[in-house]
C-alpha cells in the first residue's frame, strides 16, 4: 500500500521492491490511494500481480479481501501508512502489518500529529526506515517504539546508470543539443518534484548568484531542471521565478522525463538543495552514473554523499554557500573526477539492489517464521537528530 504511484523516490523504491520480491518467487499486489497513477504499468512490468486504486473514501470492501489474502502488509508514506493500520485491524490482520518510512516527516514534530501516529504508528509490528536519520526521527518523533524499528537503506539496480556514465561522446552532444547547452558548458541536473522540500527557490536563486560571480575566464554554467508537480503549482512558480530572475537558456526545465539516466550521463554535476530528504534515491542515482554531487548537509545525505569525498555539501537554505560550490565545481574537473569515481565506488559497495530486497524480505520473516532480526537492520537511535 502506498499513497500514489506517480514519479518519485518512494515510488521507485518501491518498484524496485516489487521486481526483487517477484524474481524471488513472491506474489505482489500493489494499491494506491491518489494520484494519477502513471506508474501502474510499470509495476505490473516489474512482476506486480495486480494493481489498483483503493480511493480514501469507499474503498474499505475493496481492499479488506486483499489483506486477508496477504502474508505481509506493508504500507509506505503516511497518509497510506494511517489508511492500512486502519484497514489491517478492520481484516484481523495487524500482526502481519510492517510501516515503511522514506522522509523525515515535518509534520511529526506537531504535537497532536505525533500523538496521533503514536498511536497507530505503533499498531505495525515493524517499521523500516531507510536511513538512521528517518529511524531516529520516527522514534522521537513519530513516538515508535524502539523494538519495533528497523533500516534498510536504498538499493539500486546500477545497469542503466552505469551504461549512461560510459555514454560516447556523440550520444552526450546530442542530448546537451536537444537542451541548447554546449560542449564546454557544466551542466548541473536536478531531478527532483517541484516540492517546498526540494528547495527548488534556493536552486534558481544560486545559479543567478553562480553566472554573475564566476570569473570571466571560467566555464559557462547551466541548469537542466527534471520533474514535475502532479499536486500542485510548484513547476509554474518555478519557472516565473527563473523569468523574474532573467535566466533565460541558463536554465531548461524537462518536465517529467523517462530518460533520466540518459539525461544523467550527459550532464555534468547532480545538485539538489533539499530542506530535509529521508535519503535521496536520486543521489545514489546520479553516483551510479558517475557524476560528483552537490547538495545539502539536511537529514541523511551525509549518509551517502560523503562531503570531501564523493561531493560537496553546503548549508540548506543558503544561496551564496551553494553558489559558491556551483562556481567551484565548475572550475575544478579533476576535483570533480575524483568526486564522481568514489561516488560509483560507494554506491556499488553499500546500496546495492539485492541486498535491499533481502534485508526487507527478512524482517517479513521476523513475523511469518519468527526469526531473529538481522543486526545489520538495527539502526543507530541513540545519536542526536
Same mark, same amino acid.
Request: aromatic share 6%; net charge negative; hydrophobic share 45%.
Given at each position: 500500500?502506498?499513497?500514489?504511484?506517480?514519479?518519485?523516490?518512494?515510488?521507485?523504491? &518501491? *518498484?524496485?521492491?516489487?521486481?526483487?520480491?517477484?524474481?524471488? #518467487?513472491? *506474489?505482489?499486489?500493489?494499491?494506491?490511494?491518489?494520484?494519477? #497513477?502513471?506508474?501502474?504499468?510499470?509495476?505490473?512490468?516489474?512482476?506486480?500481480?495486480?494493481?489498483?486504486?483503493?480511493?480514501?473514501?469507499?474503498?474499505?470492501? =475493496?481492499?479488506? /479481501?486483499?489483506?486477508?489474502? @496477504?502474508?505481509?502488509?506493508? $504500507?509506505?508514506?503516511?497518509?497510506?501508512?494511517?489508511?492500512?493500520?486502519?484497514?489491517? %485491524?478492520?481484516?484481523?490482520?495487524?500482526?502481519?502489518?510492517? $510501516? #515503511?518510512?522514506?522522509?523525515?516527516?515535518?509534520?511529526?514534530t506537531r504535537p497532536l500529529v505525533s500523538f496521533v501516529h503514536g498511536i497507530l504508528g505503533n499498531w505495525p509490528k515493524r517499521t523500516i526506515a531507510l536511513s538512521d536519520h528517518v529511524s531516529r526521527f520516527v522514534h522521537?518523533?513519530?513516538?515508535?517504539?524502539?523494538?519495533?524499528?528497523?533500516?534498510?537503506?536504498?538499493?539500486?539496480?546500477? %545497469?542503466?546508470?552505469?551504461?549512461?556514465?560510459? !555514454?560516447?561522446?556523440?550520444?552526450? !552532444?546530442?542530448?546537451?543539443?536537444?537542451?541548447?547547452?554546449?560542449?564546454?558548458?557544466?551542466?548541473?541536473?536536478?531531478?527532483?518534484?517541484?516540492?517546498?522540500?526540494?528547495?527548488?527557490?534556493?536552486?534558481?536563486?544560486?545559479?543567478?548568484?553562480?553566472?554573475?560571480?564566476?570569473?570571466?575566464?571560467?566555464?559557462?554554467?547551466?541548469?537542466?531542471?527534471?520533474?514535475?508537480?502532479?499536486?500542485?503549482?510548484?513547476? +509554474?512558480? @518555478?519557472?516565473?521565478?527563473?523569468? *523574474?530572475?532573467?535566466?533565460?537558456?541558463?536554465?531548461?526545465?524537462?518536465?517529467?522525463?523517462?530518460?533520466? /539516466? =540518459?539525461?544523467?550521463?550527459?550532464?555534468?554535476?547532480?545538485?539538489?538543495?533539499?530542506?530535509? +530528504? #529521508?535519503?535521496?534515491?536520486?543521489?545514489?542515482?546520479?553516483?551510479?552514473? %558517475?557524476?560528483?554531487?552537490?547538495?545539502? %548537509?539536511?537529514?541523511?545525505?551525509? +549518509?551517502?554523499?560523503?562531503?570531501?569525498?564523493?561531493?560537496?555539501?553546503?548549508?540548506? @537554505?543558503?544561496?551564496? /554557500?551553494?553558489?559558491?560550490?556551483?562556481?567551484?565545481?565548475? $572550475?575544478?574537473?579533476?576535483?570533480?573526477?575524483?568526486?564522481?569515481?568514489?561516488?560509483?565506488?560507494?554506491?556499488?559497495?553499500?546500496?546495492?539492489?539485492?541486498? !535491499?530486497?533481502?534485508?526487507? &524480505?527478512?524482517?517479513?520473516? *521476523?513475523?511469518?517464521?519468527?526469526?531473529?532480526?538481522?543486526?545489520?537492520?538495527?539502526?543507530?537511535?541513540?545519536?542526536?537528530?
Open positions: 500500500m502506498i499513497t500514489t504511484l506517480d514519479v518519485g523516490g518512494a515510488e521507485k523504491h &518501491l *518498484e524496485s521492491q516489487v521486481r526483487g520480491q517477484s524474481e524471488r #518467487g513472491h *506474489e505482489v499486489r500493489v494499491a494506491y490511494l491518489k494520484g494519477q #497513477g502513471t506508474l501502474a504499468d510499470d509495476f505490473r512490468r516489474s512482476g506486480a500481480q495486480e494493481v489498483m486504486q483503493i480511493p480514501l473514501g469507499g474503498g474499505v470492501s =475493496r481492499i479488506i /479481501p486483499h489483506l486477508k489474502w @496477504a502474508d505481509i502488509i506493508h $504500507s509506505h508514506l503516511l497518509k497510506a501508512d494511517m489508511f492500512t493500520a486502519l484497514m489491517a %485491524t478492520l481484516a484481523g490482520r495487524r500482526s502481519r502489518l510492517i $510501516s #515503511g518510512k522514506h522522509n523525515d516527516e515535518q509534520v511529526l522521537k518523533y513519530g513516538k515508535v517504539k524502539r523494538s519495533a524499528m528497523r533500516r534498510v537503506h536504498y538499493g539500486i539496480d546500477r %545497469t542503466r546508470f552505469e551504461e549512461a556514465g560510459r !555514454m560516447s561522446a556523440q550520444e552526450v !552532444m546530442e542530448v546537451r543539443e536537444e537542451f541548447g547547452f554546449g560542449a564546454d558548458d557544466v551542466v548541473f541536473i536536478c531531478v527532483a518534484r517541484f516540492a517546498a522540500q526540494k528547495a527548488h527557490d534556493v536552486l534558481l536563486k544560486s545559479l543567478r548568484m553562480a553566472i554573475d560571480t564566476a570569473p570571466p575566464e571560467a566555464p559557462a554554467i547551466r541548469l537542466l531542471l527534471v520533474g514535475g508537480d502532479p499536486f500542485g503549482d510548484g513547476e +509554474e512558480r @518555478a519557472k516565473a521565478l527563473a523569468q *523574474e530572475l532573467q535566466l533565460g537558456g541558463s536554465c531548461v526545465f524537462a518536465g517529467i522525463r523517462h530518460d533520466v /539516466p =540518459r539525461l544523467m550521463g550527459a550532464t555534468d554535476i547532480f545538485i539538489m538543495s533539499s530542506l530535509w +530528504e #529521508g535519503l535521496g534515491l536520486v543521489f545514489l542515482e546520479a553516483m551510479a552514473t %558517475t557524476k560528483p554531487v552537490l547538495a545539502t %548537509t539536511v537529514s541523511a545525505i551525509p +549518509e551517502v554523499v560523503i562531503d570531501g569525498e564523493t561531493g560537496r555539501l553546503v548549508p540548506p @537554505a543558503q544561496v551564496q /554557500p551553494m553558489a559558491q560550490a556551483m562556481v567551484a565545481m565548475a $572550475s575544478d574537473k579533476e576535483q570533480c573526477a575524483r568526486f564522481a569515481e568514489a561516488g560509483a565506488r560507494r554506491v556499488a559497495q553499500h546500496f546495492g539492489l539485492d541486498r !535491499m530486497v533481502d534485508q526487507t &524480505l527478512g524482517i517479513y520473516r *521476523e513475523l511469518v517464521d519468527g526469526d531473529a532480526p538481522d543486526p545489520a537492520v538495527l539502526p543507530d537511535l541513540d545519536r542526536p537528530l
